[in-house]
């Protein structure tokens, strides 16, 4: 097995693991915890670069060395204000890309959006993220329908691939959702099918 993972933020708590990435149940307000999945994601972007190099340390307010929950949840709430959802959510993935580049400049960060929006197949989508972890960045993830019973509960959700593993059963991708470090089959997960309506992003600077 061969283990293609970034260095992605681990969150704590009173000396205890709380997250892998941020969780959307941390927020304060219902409606938050409901359909504040984006945020969570651009908070993630935001403390994993933050955490890799100077020029992006003003991404995110607090220390970077060690994450802890109170000062993830304050850059969660920051990233909500910009990516506030509305009735529906924030579904909509090339508004998420605004939203991040405009929220990364006035804190201080250029960077270039790359996009995945097409209708494609599983091979293209791997070597699509494949790219953006080896070069050293997270992919926002957008499932808005998915047909698989595993992905029944991450419809309409935001998360945030952190690299893919290979071994003899295959090709399977790592993901942060909610807080939690999930394994999918890339088959499954990135399958093309009339069903499933994915999208993805990764930035660069």
Same mark, same amino acid.
């Given at each position: 097995?061969?283990?293609?993972?970034?260095?992605?933020?681990?969150?704590?708590?009173?000396?205890?693991?709380?997250?892998?990435?941020?969780?959307?149940?941390?927020?304060?307000?219902?409606?938050?915890?409901?359909?504040?999945?984006? &945020?969570?994601?651009?908070?993630?972007?935001?403390? =994993?670069?933050?955490?890799?190099?100077?020029?992006?340390?003003?991404? =995110?307010?607090?220390?970077?060395?060690?994450? &802890?929950?109170?000062?993830?949840?304050?850059?969660?709430?920051?990233?909500?204000? =910009? *990516?506030?959802?509305?009735?529906?959510?924030?579904?909509?993935?090339?508004?998420?890309?605004?939203?991040?580049?405009?929220?990364?400049?006035?804190?201080?960060?250029?960077?270039?959006?790359?996009?995945?929006?097409?209708?494609?197949?599983?091979?293209?989508?791997?070597? /699509?993220?494949?790219?953006?972890?080896?070069?050293?960045?997270?992919?926002? /993830?957008?499932?808005?329908?998915?047909?698989?019973?595993? *992905?029944?509960?991450?419809?309409?959700?935001?998360?945030?691939?952190?690299?893919?593993?290979?071994?003899?059963?295959?090709?399977?991708?790592?993901?942060?959702?909610?807080?939690?470090?999930?394994?999918?089959?890339?088959? *499954?997960?990135?399958?093309?099918?009339?069903?499933?309506?994915?999208? *993805?992003?990764? /930035?660069?600077?």
């Amino acid at each position: 097995m061969v283990v293609h993972e970034l260095p992605f933020p681990t969150v704590w708590e009173n000396g205890v693991q709380a997250g892998y990435g941020g969780n959307q149940e941390w927020f304060s307000q219902v409606f938050q915890r409901t359909a504040g999945c984006a &945020s969570v994601t651009g908070a993630n972007l935001a403390a =994993y670069y933050a955490s890799r190099t100077a020029e992006s340390r003003g991404l =995110y307010s607090g220390n970077t060395e060690r994450f &802890s929950k109170s000062e993830y949840l304050r850059v969660m709430e920051e990233v909500y204000r =910009y *990516m506030t959802p509305g009735p529906m959510g924030f579904p909509v993935a090339g508004r998420f890309v605004q939203k991040f580049l405009q929220f990364a400049g006035e804190h201080g960060s250029t960077f270039r959006a790359h996009t995945m929006f097409h209708r494609c197949g599983c091979e293209e989508r791997m070597t /699509f993220l494949k790219e953006a972890i080896a070069k050293g960045n997270p992919v926002a /993830f957008l499932v808005l329908r998915h047909r698989a019973p595993e *992905m029944r509960e991450n419809n309409w959700h935001w998360v945030t691939i952190t690299g893919w593993i290979e071994d003899a059963d295959g090709e399977q991708v790592i993901v942060s959702n909610c807080g939690e470090r999930e394994v999918y089959p890339a088959e *499954m997960l990135l399958e093309n099918h009339r069903g499933n309506v994915l999208r *993805m992003v990764w /930035f660069s600077r």
